[in-house]
């Protein structure tokens, strides 16, 4: 599936501006890391694009959240392999990460909103300005931004990425797409 197919499929289905920002993060920090890892761009950005495409209908139901996506991506006839990766990234299904692409939108979905919090708590709410140090030395409080996974976001040395230049990919690829994410 095409860019712009996938973008009007989300926008029929996910309604929540918030959402939409961490998909659209989501799908550029996929980007970043398919480049670096010589992987299908176009590919780990749909898949980044689409993760959390059911989450109006799952949101109060962890259990269903990621399946229900994945059969509508089936349905909708997205390759098996971005299906497979949006079903296993909510890990509470406890299926197996296989591929690379896999493994990528597992780490990439935490990242996204450790990186948000960290330009909201600048005066100037802006990405521009986050610097790899603070990001450094927030990552070892447990108290900022809780709710992102520091477990999960380490997965990237699955693929075979220190921590920091995970982080580097990550927060240059959300930089690129700062206005569109309002930061
Ligand atoms: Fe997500």
């Known amino acids: 599936m095409q860019r712009e197919e996938a973008w009007l499929l989300l926008r029929e289905n996910l309604h929540n501006e918030n959402l939409i920002n961490h998909s659209l993060a989501v799908e550029t920090i996929m980007r970043g890391l398919a480049e670096r890892l010589q992987e299908d761009v176009d590919k780990f950005g749909v898949a980044g694009l689409l993760h959390d495409i059911d989450y109006d ?40 990460r296989k591929s690379i692409l896999d493994r990528a939108l597992y780490a990439a979905d935490p990242v996204s909103g450790f990186i948000t919090a960290a330009a909201l708590i600048r005066p100037d709410k802006k ?57």
């Open 57 to 96: 209908q799952t949101g109060d139901d962890p259990q269903r959240h990621s399946l229900v996506a994945a059969e509508l991506l089936t349905e909708k006839g997205l390759e098996s392999d971005i299906v497979y990766a949006v079903k296993v990234h909510n890990e509470i299904h406890g299926l197996e």
């Open 127 to 183: 990405l521009a300005e986050v610097q790899m140090k603070s990001l450094k030395k927030r990552f070892k409080e447990t108290a900022f931004a809780r709710g992102a996974s520091r477990e999960q976001m380490d997965n990237c040395s699955e693929l075979g990425l220190e921590r920091e230049e995970f982080l580097q990919i990550a927060l240059a690829s959300m930089q690129k797409i700062a206005d569109q994410l309002g930061l």
